[in-house]
């Protein structure tokens, strides 16, 4: 298992048909992810077409996460928690100074993504909404509100996904304080 | 008022101070709207920022709808209706393929978009999610399920914009059956 230290993240080629286990070593820890069409990075991962397409903002085993253009990326083939967000955007300088204005400000996991992502000529302006695994993000039907609450992942919880083209993987552990309760902890991963 | 024929879309330019008012002139007929910064078309409408610093997915009067860069391009000053989706992309020539196997496939809101934007030089994959006015989407908080619903909105009911930077703006009357209750009409804007 390869280890993304805690408020950091990582990038690597994941091959159509290749599993990726994601894995909340600790427990309570967020990992936004990312892909992109590895052929042409102008191919991305897309919250809104995922959503049509599932017909539900709630993304479990069963589910495939779908790009830009319409094609399958990814399909989640287990999930031992259940809970995971694609409404919401990657943390940021930005977000820091809205949400902890009183914290010190970290360059989040759009930081570390738009870092680690470089090296596929990735731009910051490319990235879109992550899939945020493990990240706990209840929604009232009635009002639309919204809030941010701890995951409920145990330790060695996992998900995993398989690709349904060659991609680009961008996947972080998570640095805001309020996804993922307070502290920051590693994520894990495997290619198999 | 200009006029936006059934299943059509148009650009334009939008300043700073300037106020955009979407008119549904015969009722029940969605618009999908896109902004695009003038001064650099890379900030883009973002539906995860918009969540994020709103914390709700209801967007109405007293909202602000956010870019790529953290930045807020429109207010929403005046709402008659109340709802409007920003979870789905738009209309397709794959999303009627996917949801209309039977019906002759259109470019949707997606093409007319793509069309009306060339000209500023925005590309098919720079598109975001749009935010979709007088949209009906409920949203099932238990279960996460979502569904396409008929409009709310009556004949005259209007929606009101407020640039808060030099905006490029997309606008359709959109093409889908599910989205317009099964008919397809105009949508009016003014620019005030």
Same mark, same amino acid.
């Given at each position: 298992?390869?280890?993304?230290?805690?408020?950091?993240? &990582?990038?690597?080629?994941?091959?159509?048909?290749?599993?990726?286990?994601?894995?909340?070593?600790?427990?309570?820890?967020?990992?936004?992810? #990312?892909?992109?069409?590895? *052929?042409?990075?102008?191919?991305?991962?897309?919250?809104?077409?995922?959503?049509?397409?599932?017909? &539900?903002?709630?993304?479990?085993?069963?589910?495939? #996460?779908?790009?830009?253009?319409?094609?399958?990326?990814?399909?989640?083939?287990?999930?031992?928690?259940? %809970?995971?967000?694609? +409404?919401?955007?990657?943390?940021?300088?930005?977000?820091?100074?809205?949400?902890?204005?009183?914290?010190?400000?970290?360059?989040?996991?759009?930081?570390?993504?738009?870092? *680690?992502?470089?090296?596929?000529?990735?731009?910051?302006?490319?990235?879109?909404?992550?899939?945020?695994?493990?990240?706990?993000?209840?929604?009232?039907?009635?009002?639309?509100? +919204?809030?941010?609450?701890?995951?409920?992942?145990?330790?060695?919880? &996992?998900?995993?996904?398989?690709?349904?083209?060659? %991609?680009?993987?961008?996947?972080?552990?998570?640095?805001?304080? *309020?996804?993922?309760?307070?502290?920051?902890?590693?994520?894990?991963?495997?290619? #198999?």
């Amino acid at each position: 298992m390869t280890r993304i230290e805690p408020r950091s993240g &990582t990038s690597f080629v994941l091959r159509e048909g290749q599993r990726l286990e994601v894995v909340d070593i600790e427990g309570g820890q967020v990992s936004d992810l #990312l892909a992109f069409g590895l *052929a042409d990075r102008r191919e991305a991962l897309s919250n809104g077409r995922t959503f049509d397409y599932e017909e &539900t903002i709630s993304l479990t085993a069963g589910n495939t #996460l779908w790009s830009n253009r319409s094609n399958p990326m990814l399909d989640i083939v287990a999930d031992d928690v259940g %809970l995971h967000d694609f +409404l919401l955007t990657p943390c940021s300088k930005d977000t820091f100074r809205h949400f902890y204005p009183d914290k010190p400000v970290h360059r989040g996991c759009f930081g570390n993504l738009a870092a *680690a992502l470089e090296e596929y000529d990735i731009a910051e302006d490319d990235l879109p909404c992550a899939f945020n695994v493990f990240m706990n993000v209840p929604v009232d039907g009635q009002t639309g509100r +919204l809030s941010v609450e701890p995951p409920v992942s145990k330790a060695g919880d &996992t998900l995993t996904l398989k690709a349904r083209m060659d %991609l680009v993987i961008g996947l972080t552990a998570c640095s805001a304080f *309020a996804s993922n309760g307070g502290t920051f902890k590693p994520i894990g991963y495997r290619i #198999l």
